[in-house]
């Protein structure tokens, strides 16, 4: 199901109706599971078979690691976390591996043919932060967060996994974070304002910018892009990381906007990532779920910064190769995160001798240049074959004498320039308070609305939901 | 705030609707938001048509002005099967239908066909004009605002130069993709389902009193005797042997095309002259 398909809005005022009813508040977990597994199950009734099972290597093994039953804790966390990954490699990886390493038969076919069950990347991980947290007891004291009763931590770690709003896109949700929310929820205590403005901006960032630029950059395509000038291949590069943000930072708005009208907090995914001046920054504002994820439960295991220097640039290139492969069973992913650990390394590198240097202009010119590399690194995502990739820089190189086509051009600035828009007051609105801007609030969230009902693009899926 | 803005988000909806009125205009960007735009005609603005063209990019080159009594419901880079599905939801239907060949593989777009059939967004766009693809307010900036800048017309003529232009650079690599499509290994598990499927609307047309024509857009000529070009030949004739079929013309050999599909718009003039001509012959449409 679609944030952006009126079942789902159906869905959601049903669920809410019911949710808030004072009677039924003592099974608010269990109306939202269900509402959760028809969300899920819209489209593809057998993928809950899937999700229902992922949930249940989590359950138990997390349940016996809690409650202490278990004498080999260790053991059943590895079990635990192996088994995750295993599933995962198996529905998202098989075809790859055997593309890569096996020979044409009937096995490799057979693995290649496995469909990609939706959002199995993110409650495959969520599973593995419960079973490690769980294990590791750093962030909750078992017995505050894990049920003696099984059913009961059967039914709260089911609705940790399977909590719709983030269940298919992320953001990617710690049980740290999560389980300890899981109480009682009132109407009264819904902050209208945050869900208001998290859900409306959400979706004009989807349907007005992402929607209409993707039939813009839909170009960007081999070999339709050999034909064009290189003004507006650059112009399609830089719409495209327009789209993808606005596409994914949208969907995670909706998210945390819609976990909030449930009394549920979810943590910011994105925090304006253009503006980033080094390859660091914008991690820490580019899908933070995943790269807090990633460095939480993968760098600093594998020994982050602790281990020397050398240790340390490989261990941020292999979270980097991994974080890339995560989103997509293809080399050029893992290439693509290749390309931003090697960022990452080079910029540690140097960055520890030099002090960074603050001037502003000095700073504009790094963003521009971060924003620049970071949006030829998302070709890799649009054009899968490294080889078209190259093509494709070179025709940018190669096109100058081609007329520049005004008509993609300014159409790619004008849906691009909300993004821009937004990231610059930003800017300005950490640098000077304005609080007569602040109070027109309700005639931007206004406007936006309007564009929602007269200006939105033709739908499309989400892009990170192939992930 | 939040009921701030819904009350501002009425306002200016109501300004807006006030000033289409006063300006009515109708606009694009691209081509998906062409397809959309043709289908929400047909659907709320045409009461009654004659003939009816169902077809793809490539029938969407026949040049419209030449067809008076004809409405070209061909969607580009979807397939036959999207304009039918149209057709089907239809109350008033045309005398006559002339379905396209080229295009029988391509199954329909789902998307499109929850865009276009949806109840909701139906009932919305029907009532009010607001909300037609035709009608969108950062459309209509774009085109009368931003080129108006001093120094984009120039530009905007280079472009429509290049556009129009029959050179394609691209051309070789866009025709050898093609040869190699249509040399391709049929499949004919596909090709079964996709002429049941036709069978299916054709019946459904030809139950309600609708004459179904079909007729084959010229390619490059290249193309034309390669495997899938001569088997959907076949099937069409075989399949649809009560149905007349306008054939490809026999100057076939003067059709280059853009990029080995779509007719240059100097192709496209003498095509739609034959076209019609044919047309006039199986169908026996008669122009005052």
Known sequence: MLFNSFSFIGLLLITMIVYYIPRLSKHQVNILIISSLIFYAWNNVSLVTLLLTSAGINIITSYFIGTKKTSKPKLLAWFGVGSNLLVLAFFKYAGLISLTFLKDNSISEFLVSIPLPIGISFFTFQGISLVVDVYKENHFKNDKIVSKSFIVHTKNTLFFISFFPQLVAGPIVKSHEFLPQIKRKRFNEISWEKCFSEIVLGYFLKMVVADNLKDFTFWIAYPYFQGRDSYSLITMLFGFSFQIYADFAGYSLIAIGVARLFGYNLKDNFFFPYISSSFKEFWKRWHISLSSFLQEYLYIPLGGNKKGKTRTYVNLMITMMLGGLWHGAGWSYAVWGGFHGLALAIERFFMSNKQQNQRIHIRAIKTLFVFFMISLAWLLFKLPEFSHVIEYVKCILQNFDKYPNIDVITSILLYSSPVILHHLYHLYATNFQSRSIHSLRFAFYGILIFFILTNSGIPGSFIYFQF | ?288
């Open chain 2, 1 to 288: 705030m939040v009921k701030k803005s819904v009350a501002f988000t009425m306002f200016l909806l109501i300004c807006w609707w006030g000033f289409i009125k006063k300006n009515p205009f109708s606009l694009s960007l691209h081509q998906w938001q062409d397809n959309i735009i043709n289908a929400e005609k047909f659907i709320f603005d045409i009461d009654s048509i004659d003939n009816l063209i169902i077809g793809s990019s490539l029938a969407a080159r026949l040049q419209m002005d030449s067809l008076p009594n004809f409405h070209n419901l061909s969607l580009g880079g979807q397939s036959i099967f999207d304009g039918l599905n149209i057709l089907k939801n239809r109350n008033r239907l045309p005398k006559n239908v002339f379905i396209e060949t080229n295009v029988i593989l391509r199954g329909e777009n789902a998307n499109f066909k929850k865009i276009v059939s949806s109840p909701i967004l139906n009932l919305l766009k029907a009532n009010s004009p607001i909300f037609r693809s035709d009608k969108q307010p950062l459309v209509l900036f774009k085109k009368k605002v931003i080129y108006k800048l001093k120094g984009v017309l120039e530009f905007q003529e280079n472009d429509r130069t290049l556009v129009t232009k029959t050179d394609n650079p691209i051309f070789g690599e866009m025709l050898a993709l093609q040869i190699e499509d249509y040399s391709k290994k049929i499949d004919t598990i596909v090709m079964n389902e996709q002429f049941e499927n036709l069978k299916n609307h054709v019946e459904f047309l030809e139950a309600k009193g609708i004459n179904v024509f079909f007729f084959e857009m010229p390619v490059n000529h290249q193309l034309v005797e390669l495997t899938k070009a001569k088997y959907l030949r076949y099937r069409v004739n075989n399949e649809f042997s009560n149905n007349d079929f306008i054939t490809l013309p026999k100057n076939i050999k003067k059709y280059k095309t853009r990029d080995g599909l779509h007719l240059t718009s100097e192709e496209s003039k003498t095509y739609t002259d034959y076209f019609k001509n044919e047309a006039i012959t199986v169908a026996s449409i008669l122009y005052d």
